[in-house]
């Protein structure tokens, strides 16, 4: 077990008869003492809604709140506050920027671009953007490993390109996206960039003002925090434009009989009680972080991927997906042979916890020409050994399968 693995209580555990090897810190990580103290601590101590009340609960509650807003925004370098709306998760971010801002702006002729190697949830709202407003919804060109090259994505936006939509790193395959030099394409021909950021600002240092994105979603639960909590950045200015896509209670400024009148930024897009646990827990989750160094979560994480590609590749049999450099997090893969529920099936039986399927990437999944895959992916408690019992865990699947089939 490596130096970070015990602030896990959860790995200390058998499944299976088996010491547990968690591999799927992609679909969520698992929670620090620290971050599960913290959210444990308001419940015991300060339990109550924030905002509202003078009373002493109210104003611990508010101060916990608004101080996970400011390590969010130091954490991924925002100029303001007033940038860092609270959401449920990179999902419901992405669905606000489609519905509040692109709905608003696009209209018949204008063009959205993707990549197909996008999460569901990165590519259904443009498709529904595009289908509202008559855009037209374009995609990038995938070289063979799965990477971007940056002279074919120049020459798929044009002047008509409004908005584009990608990931900084792809939860499927790892790969590391050049968002920033894609962000000044797109600034030279007037469009604005969305970056989901929920693979990425888990494992390494992400700046919004370097990136000069214009929107940036991400989730709590990728990096160590509660379920439910979420991020979205935008500029300040983008944001000023767009209308709250929820009304009710706390959003407001004034409320007459007809018409009504939002709070400032953020707060007019936190409408009703908002996850005041899972805010505090994000920023537990971020002084986690901080106390170990991106630059060093960063380098353990590619290290261990590269780590996890070069004993895969020595499996007779299995063929690994994705670029063999600048990916981080997650290594996807199949058996020849052996449907990847089947693969999952048997390592759980020796405790080894992976994902199988198309992984909310289906247009991957038919890029790739397959049905679906597995994946192991990594977080800062895995070591070494846990890719070793993840080989062993593979040749038994062969070994089991090859006598079955064989």
Same mark, same amino acid.
């Given at each position: ?118 999460? $569901?949830?990165?590519?259904?709202? #443009? ?64 469009? +604005?960039? +969305? ?58 400024? $004034? ?6 009148? #939002?709070?400032?930024?953020? #707060? ?98 038919? #890029?790739?020409? +397959? ?36």
């Amino acid at each position: 077990m490596n130096r970070y693995a015990k602030d896990f209580p959860i790995l200390d555990q058998n499944v299976n008869g088996h010491p547990l090897v968690y591999l799927d810190s992609a679909a969520t990580s698992q929670k620090p003492f620290a971050v599960i103290d913290a959210v444990e601590r308001y419940y015991k101590e300060n339990n109550s809604n924030v905002h509202r009340g003078v009373h002493t609960l109210g104003s611990r509650a508010t101060d916990q709140y608004e101080g996970a807003r400011e390590k969010v925004r130091r954490f991924i370098g925002a100029s303001s506050t007033k940038e860092i709306v609270y959401t449920r998760g990179t999902t419901t971010s992405l669905n606000l920027v489609a519905s509040s801002y692109a709905r608003s702006r696009l209209q018949a002729g204008d063009e959205i671009v993707i990549s197909p190697s996008e999460h $569901h949830s990165n590519l259904i709202p #443009w498709q529904q953007a595009a289908k509202a407003t008559g855009a037209t919804l374009k995609y990038f060109e995938l070289e063979p490993d799965g990477t971007l090259d940056l002279k074919k994505a120049e020459a798929v936006i044009t002047d008509r390109t409004k908005l584009v939509a990608i990931a900084y790193v792809s939860n499927s395959l790892g790969t590391i996206f050049p968002v920033k030099e894609l962000a000044a394409i797109v600034h030279r021909h007037g469009g +604005v960039l +969305v970056v989901d950021g929920a693979q990425a600002v888990p494992h390494f240092k992400v700046d919004v003002q370097d990136l000069d994105c214009d929107f940036l979603a991400f989730s709590g639960h990728k990096m160590m925090a509660p379920t439910g909590i979420g991020v979205l950045y935008g500029k300040e200015s983008l944001l000023e434009q767009m209308e709250p896509m929820e009304f009710g209670g706390e959003m407001i400024d $004034h409320v007459d009989l007809y018409e009504s009148t #939002w709070k400032e930024l953020p #707060w007019k897009f936190e409408g009703g009680t908002p996850i005041i646990a899972g805010a505090i827990g994000l920023g537990a989750a971020i002084d986690y972080l901080e106390q170990v160094g991106m630059d060093v979560v960063e380098a353990y994480d590619r290290d261990l991927t590269r780590y996890a590609l070069e004993r895969l590749s020595t499996l007779e049999g299995v063929e690994i997906y994705g670029p063999r450099e600048n990916r981080v997090g997650s290594v996807l893969f199949n058996v020849d042979g052996v449907h990847p529920h089947d693969v999952a099936t048997v390592l759980d039986a020796e405790g080894i916890a992976v994902r199988a399927g198309h992984h909310c990437c289906q247009p991957l999944m038919r #890029w790739l020409e +397959v049905s679906a895959t597995a994946r192991a992916s990594f977080y800062l408690y895995n070591d070494e050994a846990d890719v070793d019992r993840l080989v062993a865990g593979l040749q038994k699947t062969k070994e089991y399968f090859g006598n079955v089939l064989g």
